[in-house]
């Protein structure tokens, strides 16, 4: 038994030798500027990203880097790791971009491919930083987005935003907003003009962020055809005027304390159609003051009606048990309306925190076309 141990212990020893090490580059602009420069590669100038990405196309480590823009010159592009190279179909993978300050002229990308699929990458954006095109998780020109995130708690963004972008697929990618300044438009998961599916993607609105007249939000896009509605989700905990929401399978409603008896949380300039969703009340904001028996609008305007409240299907008139609460759910003047039946007995009617947490026509792909145009 002795020497099987002995034996077991040499070969785990062996194998952690022989695994790769999760290496990467850590890079800070514009603190280590020089002895680093600003790259050139392609069709891209002024690109902060790891060491020779743009001049070769492709990173020296494709996963593991950490690049931080601070504030320092304007650039025109920041990239966490980047595969440009065609036929190389190596992931793009585990990167993380901060977007603390600054301006960044062109695009912020957690990740960059041109063939290759690109996962689990990540773009903060945050302080006084101004974005003047799109940003993204993750961005690949022929393979799949999967898992890409991106957080906006602040700065000034001037364009559409993205959690990941893949012509082949754009699935379980997240875009969370809580603060900030942006114009045009969100979407969770693209695929642009590509025949892939955009499922499975989140979008959170949260906190405090200011959006432009006509903004719009998607769930998913696919101009090619594909499911751009299956699996996504808005999880919303802030009272909300934007021009059009689409492509959404589920919607959960954390209702803010500023939602009052009579009041309304999600007001559309353009009709939201809720054929085959599922609807749910998720959280009430601490301090609310809505009781038993006060009325809202959750959605000010719509077409259709939701398949399912909370997994249950949805019967006009009748009360439904929600994740907080039981509710009387009915359409109203064209509005989705919520009756609070019966309430958590706690402070403000009940529950949830102060937020919730966890494009088909030609407008749309014209939207989807602004976000990412850019090629190596």
């Known amino acids: 038994m002795k020497k099987f141990c002995l034996y077991v212990v040499f070969v785990l020893i062996c194998a952690m030798a022989a695994a790769p090490a999760l ?14 420069t600003l790259q050139s590669g392609g069709t891209l100038t002024d690109v902060v990203a790891p060491t020779d990405s743009t001049p070769s196309g492709k990173s020296p480590y494709l996963s593991g880097n950490t690049i931080t823009f601070n504030s320092g010159p304007p650039v025109n592009y920041v990239i966490g790791a980047a595969n440009a190279i065609a036929g190389d179909m190596d992931t793009v993978t585990g990167n993380q ?43 690949s020109n022929h393979g799949k987005a999967m898992n890409n ?22 699935t379980g990618n997240t875009v969370t907003i809580s603060g900030g300044t942006l114009s045009v438009g969100v979407v969770g998961g693209s ?39 299956s699996g996504n989700t808005l999880r919303l905990g802030v009272s909300l005027l934007v021009d059009e929401v689409e492509n959404f399978e589920n919607y959960e409603f954390n209702i803010p304390a500023s939602v009052i008896d009579g009041g309304t949380v999600l007001t559309v300039a353009n009709p939201l159609n809720l054929n085959g969703t599922n609807l749910d009340i998720t959280g009430i904001g601490v301090g609310s003051s809505l009781r038993n028996g006060h009325a809202i609008a959750l959605i000010s305007d719509i077409t259709g009606a939701p398949s399912m409240i909370n997994g249950v299907p949805y019967v006009p008139g009748t009360n439904i048990a929600t994740s907080v609460g039981t509710w009387q759910f009915s359409i109203i003047g064209g509005a989705f309306t919520a009756k609070a ?29 602004l976000i990412f145009t850019r090629r190596w």
Request: charged share 10%; with cysteine; net charge negative.
């Open 149 to 170: 995130t991106l957080a906006v708690t602040g700065g000034s963004i001037n364009y559409a935003v993205c959690g990941g972008y893949g012509l082949g697929g754009a």
């Open 23 to 36: 290496a990467g580059e850590i890079v800070n602009y514009p603190d280590e500027f020089p002895p680093k």
């Open 191 to 229: 695929c642009g003009a590509g025949f892939g599916d955009a499922t499975g993607n989140t979008v959170i609105i949260r906190g405090a962020p200011t959006f432009a007249p006509g903004y719009k939000i998607f769930g998913g896009l696919s101009g090619g055809g594909g499911n751009a509605f």
């Open 341 to 369: 039946v019966s309430l958590p007995s706690s402070g403000g009617g009940g529950g949830g925190g102060g937020g919730c947490d966890v494009f088909g026509s030609l407008g749309i792909l014209s939207l989807a076309g």
């Open 97 to 139: 971009v901060f977007i603390i300050g600054g301006t960044v002229n062109k695009a912020a990308w957690g990740g960059y491919a041109e063939d290759s699929d690109v996962a689990v990458n990540s773009v903060t954006v945050s302080g006084g930083s101004e974005m003047n095109e799109g940003v993204a998780g993750g961005y």
